[in-house]
């Protein structure tokens, strides 16, 4: 069974940076990750995930402030989240697709907070 962690939300100031990290045990296929968030009474929103021709996309609202990477050996992605905004603020999620059997996992979400 695939296992999707998250770890690196938290409170930041307007303006601030954070670093959120996910970590996968048990794929067996070929895979893309990436992260979504939600706010409550709202529909979850694309991040950025990789794509798999080895590329990367971003949500509109992410684009230049945001950078996806990621580390196949472990597997893992990361997120790094510079000048944040009070509307960045969400639950994270880290998805994973094995994308050859159409399977989705999600993590538990970590929760992003902008104020000051």
């Known amino acids: 069974q695939v296992q999707v962690v998250e770890s690196g939300g938290g409170l930041v100031q307007p303006g601030g940076s954070l670093r959120l990290s996910c970590t996968a045990s048990?794929?067996?296929?070929?895979?893309?990750m990436g992260w979504y968030r939600q706010v409550p009474g709202q529909a979850r929103e694309f991040v950025a995930a990789?794509?798999?021709?080895?590329?990367?996309r971003y949500g509109d609202s992410v684009k230049g402030r945001f950078t996806l990477s990621g580390d196949n050996a472990k597997p893992a992605v990361y997120l790094q989240m510079n000048s944040l905004k009070p509307e960045d603020t969400a639950v994270y999620y880290c998805?994973?697709?094995?994308?050859?059997?159409?399977?989705?996992?999600w993590g538990q979400g970590t929760q992003v907070t902008v104020s000051s």
């Open positions: 998805q994973v697709h094995e994308y050859y059997k159409g399977s989705v996992y």
């Open positions: 048990g794929i067996s296929s070929l895979y893309v």
């Open positions: 990789t794509v798999s021709d080895g590329s990367i």
